[in-house]
């Protein structure tokens, strides 16, 4: 029930949304396509991402829970993990607002 819900919730955001991008006139449709396809591209940049971190904690705290001594080390590799996974996100977001604004 709860996933019937969330699906509901996002595909009624999205019928909205279009209605926003249309109350500015008759605006360039292709802005209009780019700004949904940097929306859609950040959207899956930043979810990847977040699935990736999820699983770099997940199996740093396995690892400490197994090997209480090396705590320090895998938590220095883990932030180190997740700042270039952060970085990708960052680095997606660069690549959007490009495709948005100069190209």
Partial sequence: MKTVKILF????MVLVSSVAFAAEGAGDPVMAAKAYATAIGMGIAAGLC???QGMGVKGACEGIARNPEAGGQLSTTLIL????????AIYALV???ILLFVV
Avoid: D, P, R, Y
């Fill in 9 to 12: 919730t996002t595909l009624a």
């Fill in 50 to 52: 977040g699935i990736g």
């Fill in 81 to 88: 993990g997740l700042a270039f996974i952060e970085s990708l």
């Fill in 95 to 97: 690549v959007n607002l």
